[in-house]
């Protein structure tokens, strides 16, 4: 670990400090905005924690793009004469001392909605003998203010969505009047970030750049045409496989996972896309895309009004199924061995690159919880070891949704079938070849059923299960569970 003097921030008045968490950015950073207003030097500050980092929901990919952005963030800084100052440990006591030793006069954050986060937050402006200065920042509508008319916070999306909309969003700090003000960053004496080594992670895994400029660029990418086919290209799983990881899509939520990207931003962009959209199809398609952040949104809402959903159904008529232990089940979906190519190929994609399609992530979450009955939550832990966009709120939304025990969860008896889906989402076989090359020369008439042949090409397994029976099985667990405790 690399070494810090208490010392290493050269302040020459009371300087106040921003703490960066998920708002890895210097353009249009609320707080941060907030701290350069007030004219004092400000210390950038990033502080690992190591009951974050050692969590067993943490794993190397993320960590690896977030000392990334973390690398970027210091490179910016560095070209406006600062530096990231980089403390270990917990902020409950690293804040204290650094006020201490700097004789700092603010602390100014971005609010993280997470009850974790939440907690933490409260107790360091509790140890702390300055003021605390929060900001809504992650997202275009904070938790609380979506809410019924009773003030009841909404559980179906399309009634929170419609609600949403009539909300008016806030703009992006003007860079302008930003420009300047970052001459008013401290000057701090940091030795540079401490190496995935030293933080005590190893990958293999290559993370995209993590820097604004490659959010920028991905945004701009997806609005100079995807964005206007987003309602189609979302779901092409195999579109151009030499291009890009998910045409279709914008690949930016490990930007906003981290707020490398500001979500005004992107939302003004979409909003500007939708007046340059050439015809109602296209202007649709914007705003398929904009109910996506909306999706982010309101799961943030959730974890955010019903914290128990981290570990337990948000559907407590759900409680009761029989979930099976399958450690041999479990471990043949996380390798990519279940028999059934496109789960394979998706699962092998998030071991090799740490991302998969939503589409995907729909498939793989059905299989697991249906197809193997396995729990959501098995499932939802492998993701969050494994994505680099890993969000609590998010990845939990979408496994409860899976597995329908969430709040606007799919009806469960609707079960993906993995062979039709992979029929439909990848006809030529594009996406399951890239990923699985024992199929890769398995014609695309075979390449959804490779066993129909009689002939499994070398190295690749049977399917785990049939799909007929499980499905039968999947149904009798969960409708018995509703008639033990009705939804
Ligand atoms: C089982 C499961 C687990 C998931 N886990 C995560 C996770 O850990 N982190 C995460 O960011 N997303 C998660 N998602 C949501 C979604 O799959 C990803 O956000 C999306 O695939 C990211 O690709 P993109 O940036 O190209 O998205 P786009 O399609 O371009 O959408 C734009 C942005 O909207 C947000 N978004 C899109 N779909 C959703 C959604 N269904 N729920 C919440 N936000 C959404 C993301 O921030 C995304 O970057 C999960 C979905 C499922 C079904």
Redesign the pocket.
């Known amino acids: 670990m690399t070494p810090h003097r208490a010392d290493d921030a050269t302040i020459n008045a009371r300087p106040v400090i921003h703490w960066f968490r998920r708002d890895l950015r210097l353009t249009d950073n609320l707080a941060l905005a907030a701290a350069l207003e007030t004219g004092a030097p400000v210390i950038p500050l990033f502080i690992f924690d190591p009951a974050i980092l050692h969590s067993k929901r943490v794993g190397a990919p993320r960590v690896a793009f977030m000392r990334s952005a973390l690398a970027s963030l210091d490179a910016s800084l560095r070209r406006h004469g600062s530096a990231l100052l980089v403390r270990h440990g917990d902020p409950r006591r690293v804040l204290p001392a650094l006020v201490e030793a700097t004789g700092a006069q603010g602390l100014y954050f971005n609010r993280d909605y997470s009850p974790f986060a939440r907690r933490r937050d409260a107790e360091v402006a509790r140890a702390l003998p300055i003021p605390t200065h929060s900001f809504d920042d992650m997202l275009l509508v904070p938790p609380g203010e979506a809410t019924k008319s009773d003030g009841d916070p909404y559980t179906v999306f399309t009634a929170f969505q419609r609600k949403w909309l009539t909300i008016p969003k806030p703009c992006p700090v003007a860079p302008a009047s930003q420009s300047g003000a970052f001459d008013r960053l401290a000057s701090v004496d940091s030795p540079g970030l401490p190496t995935l080594a030293d933080l005590g992670f190893d990958t293999a895994i290559e993370t995209p750049d993590a820097s604004e400029d490659s959010a920028h660029q991905l945004l701009a990418r997806?609005l100079s045409g995807p964005i206007y086919e987003y309602d189609s290209g979302?779901n092409r799983l195999g579109a151009d496989p030499d291009r890009d990881p998910?045409p279709g899509?914008?690949?930016?939520?490990p930007y906003?996972?981290f707020g490398i990207l500001s979500i005004r931003e992107a939302y003004e962009a979409a909003q500007a896309a939708h007046g340059q959209a050439g015809d109602a199809r296209a202007r649709k398609a914007v705003e398929t895309?904009i109910s996506?952040?909306a999706?982010?949104e309101f799961?943030t809402h959730i974890l955010f009004h019903f914290p128990q959903v981290k570990t337990g159904n948000f559907r407590r008529a759900y409680d009761s199924v029989p979930w099976r232990r399958a450690p041999a089940d479990l471990q043949a979906w996380q390798e990519g061995r279940t028999g059934y190519p496109v789960v394979d190929a998706a699962m092998r994609q998030l071991a090799q690159t740490g991302w998969m399609?939503?589409r995907a992530?729909?498939i793989v979450?059905s299989f697991l919880t249906k197809d193997l009955l396995i729990d959501w939550r098995e499932g939802e832990l492998h993701?969050m070891q494994h994505?680099i966009?890993?969000?609590l709120a998010?990845?939990n939304?979408?496994?409860q949704?899976?597995a329908g025990t969430g709040t606007d969860a799919q009806p469960y008896f609707r079960i993906f079938n993995p062979i039709l889906q992979g029929q439909r989402f990848d006809p030529e076989g594009v996406y399951i070849r890239r990923w699985v090359p024992e199929l890769g020369d398995v014609p695309a008439t075979q390449v959804h059923t490779p066993w129909a042949s009689g002939h499994l090409p070398a190295g690749y397994p049977p399917p785990v299960v049939a799909h007929a029976f499980a499905r039968e099985r999947a149904l009798a667990a969960f409708a018995a569970a509703r008639e033990r405790r009705p939804a």
Do not use: C, V
């Open positions: 997806f979302r998910t899509s914008s690949f930016l939520s906003f996972r895309w996506e952040l999706w982010r799961y399609p939503n992530r729909m979450a993701f994505l966009d890993g969000d998010a990845n939304g979408g496994w949704w899976a």
